[in-house]
T-cell receptor
Framework: SQQGEEDPQALSIQEGENATMNCSYK?????LQWYRQNSGRGLVHLIL?????REKHSGRLRVTLDTSKKSSSLLITASRAADTASYFC??????????FGKGTRLSVIA | DTEVTQTPKHLVMGMTNKKSLKCEQH?????MYWYKQKAKKPPELMFV???????INESVPSRFSPECPNSSLLNLHLHALQPEDSALYLC???????????????FGAGTRLSVL
């Protein structure tokens, strides 16, 4: 299966701290995306990193991709209570749709 | 407009009922998706429509019947569901690239379905 595995499954931090979530996958990919889901709501796309990229930034988000280790990390800096959500990595290959990882539940305590 | 609209937001149905979920987008996306999501689990792909044609059916039971009447609308018809079908049903859309849509997906807020 191509499905990603996020690590940790759950993370609880204080407001202002950084949060790091990791994602591992099994097959070669075209790109890797990160999505956020607030409780019981739809997913929101955060960032996409292509297989030939190693690092990407968007505001307080930093994503890295190591294709040799088949892993990615998402760093949220200076976290806020509003960042409390589930975060999913999603991978795709040329001929398959997105496959979502199991997700990390992040709690940011004010 | 980057919105995907799903109706209804909540649905309670009996096992003998017939109901439909509706999804609408006006972003000009030609790929649309249905996902099923159980609590604390990732979304599971059910169906993919590309250019209004069903391109992927992930071995979904026939009690779920998708329909794509036009490029903006996606329906999911439900009949004779089981209690284990209770879940959050998410619709998404994206541009189409290559054989299978692989670009950024835009999700609706979902329909919370309870089957009694």
């Amino acid at each position: 299966s191509q499905q990603g595995e996020e690590d940790p499954q759950a993370l609880s931090i204080q407001e202002g701290e950084n949060a790091t979530m990791n994602c591992s996958y099994k097959t070669s990919i075209n790109n890797l995306q990160w999505y956020r889901q607030n409780s019981g709501r739809g997913l929101v796309h955060l960032i996409l990193i292509r297989s030939n990229e190693r690092e990407k930034h968007s505001g307080r988000l930093r994503v890295t991709l190591d294709t040799s280790k088949k892993s990615s990390s998402l760093l949220i800096t200076a976290s806020r209570a509003a960042d409390t959500a589930s975060y999913f990595c999603a991978t795709s290959t040329r001929n398959t749709p997105l496959v979502f990882g199991k997700g990390t539940r992040l709690s940011v305590i004010a | 407009d980057t919105e995907v609209t799903q109706t209804p937001k909540h649905l309670v149905m009996g096992m003998t009922n017939k109901k439909s979920l509706k999804c609408e987008q006006h972003m000009g996306h030609r790929a649309m998706y249905w996902y099923k999501q159980k609590a604390k689990k990732p979304p599971e792909l059910m169906f993919v429509y590309s250019y209004e044609k069903l391109s992927i059916n992930e071995s979904v039971p026939s009690r779920f019947s998708p329909e794509c009447p036009n490029s903006s609308l996606l329906n999911l018809h439900l009949h004779a569901l089981q209690p284990e079908d209770s879940a959050l049903y998410l619709c998404a859309s994206s541009q189409v690239g290559g054989m299978v849509a692989k670009n950024i997906q835009y999700f609706g807020a979902g329909t919370r379905l309870s089957v009694l």
